[in-house]
Every structure is written in C-alpha cells, then in structure tokens.
C-alpha cells in the first residue's frame, strides 16, 4: 500500500510540473522576442527592404514612359502643323515664329550657292527633271509681263502687276523654295529664298511648279497665273532684314550691273 501511495504522489507531482513547465513556457518566449539587427544597421547603415520580382513585371515600367514620349511627340507635331497650316491673324506672330526657326534662320540659298560654286552643281533636296539647271540668256526684269496697277507706295508690301492675259511667272533670280502653298493675304504662294538673304514673294498664282526647298535659277517657270474676277493681279515682293523693299527699285539696280 505505501508503494502505491508513493507512486500516485510521484504522479502527481510530475503532472504538476508538467501543468507549470506548459503556463510559464509563453512567458519565457515572449520576454525572449528581440528584433533581428542585420550587418548593415550594425554599422550604422538603414536596412532597406527586399522584394522579390515576378517575371510578368520585368520591362513593364518602361512602357508607359516610351507611351508618353510618343505621345508628347505626335501632339507637338499636330500642334506645329496647326500653326503652320492656320493664317488668323490671332497665330500671326506664332506662325512667323515656328516659320523663321524651320525654315529661315537657315540660309538655304547661301549654302547652295557656296555649294555650287566649290562642286559645280547645286546641292538640292527636291529638283524638277525636266530642269536642266542652265541659265536664260535673255532675262527678263519683272516676274511676270503687264502693267503695275498698284504700287509699293500705296501698299507698302509689294506691287501688283496685272497681265493681259494668262502668263507665266518667272522667278527674278536663283534661289531656293522655302514655301509653295497657300496664304490668307495672296492665295496660292510662292516664296524663294536668295543667297544675299532676301525673299521674293510671288501671289495670286493659278498654279505653281516648284516644291518646297527646291533649286530654282533666275527666269526658271515657277507658277501661272490666270485673272479672275476677284484676281486680276499677280502680287510681287522683296524683302530683305525682315524688311519689305521697293521690287521695282531692287530690279533697276540689277538692270544697272
């Protein structure tokens, strides 16, 4: 009998223990939770996280970038092409802005000309074959034949020049074509650029035969002109350092060489 009382006792003690082993056991964890220190804030440095990258991401975020970039790049397109293309007066001075950094700040004719006289031939982006880039020997002094119905007194831009019948129209020396299209003021347009740096303006053209940045010489055919009952005219001008000249006199001058 006293074996077996010793033995429950044993028992029972070792359920005791076993029962306060199991309820101190989550205190001794939780005063033993410390926070992991890695290398690099044990030298001072900020632990900077990790993340491991799926596969489907790789090369994602690089696309709405390029998106962007082609975007930015057809709405500034539009935007030139508008203001190229648009000839209110309210875009006038845009207009001759977006016109003078594409087109004339760069001295097309001056670089043909250099570039004729150190090769022989003209360097040109656009040339009509049936041209064979010879000179006229009889050149003649006005664009156009007829009578000047209207002076550079009384516009302060240019002459009109009206012709007895349908003509064609010449230009009055070398150059090169910086627009060839269509204006609010002269309709269908021509302008060439010189290589002393001025400008002749050819309007109210029926048609035209030239392109934009093509080679022209003195006297070559570039447009027609047709009168109409709101045209009679052609519209003729110069202009030099921004400025608008006398036609009539800069062609007297060349009459005298």
Do not use: C
Request: charged share 25%; no cysteine.
């Amino acid at each position: 009998m006293k074996q077996i009382k010793h033995v429950r006792r044993s028992i029972q003690e070792r359920k005791k223990k076993r029962s306060s082993t199991i309820h101190q056991e989550p205190r001794k964890t939780s005063r033993q939770i410390y926070p992991t220190v890695t290398d690099e804030e044990k030298h001072g440095f900020l632990h900077m996280p990790t993340y491991d990258m799926k596969k489907e991401t790789i090369g994602k975020p690089g696309r709405p970038t390029l998106l962007k970039k082609l975007l930015l790049s057809i709405g500034l397109f539009v935007f030139m092409f508008f203001i190229l293309q648009n000839e209110s007066t309210s875009f006038q001075t845009t207009n001759k802005t977006v016109r003078n950094i594409l087109t004339e700040d760069f001295p097309f004719a001056k670089v043909n000309a250099w570039y004729e006289h150190k090769f022989g031939s003209p360097f040109v982006l656009f040339q009509d074959k049936n041209k064979k880039g010879k000179r006229v020997a009889n050149e003649k002094a006005m664009p156009v034949n007829g009578n000047v119905k209207e002076t550079f007194a009384a516009n302060g831009t240019g002459v009109q020049i009206q012709p007895k019948q349908e003509s064609v129209v010449h230009a009055i020396k070398d150059g090169v074509v910086v627009f060839s299209g269509k204006r609010k003021a002269t309709n269908r347009t021509i302008i060439i650029q010189h290589a002393d740096g001025s400008k002749s303006t050819y309007g109210h053209l029926d048609n035209t035969n030239v392109h934009l940045y093509e080679h022209v010489r003195s006297q070559d055919k570039i447009g027609y002109f047709k009168p109409t009952s709101q045209h009679q005219t052609v519209f003729f001008s110069v202009e030099k350092n921004d400025k608008y000249i006398d036609p009539i006199s800069v062609i007297k001058v060349d009459q005298e060489h």
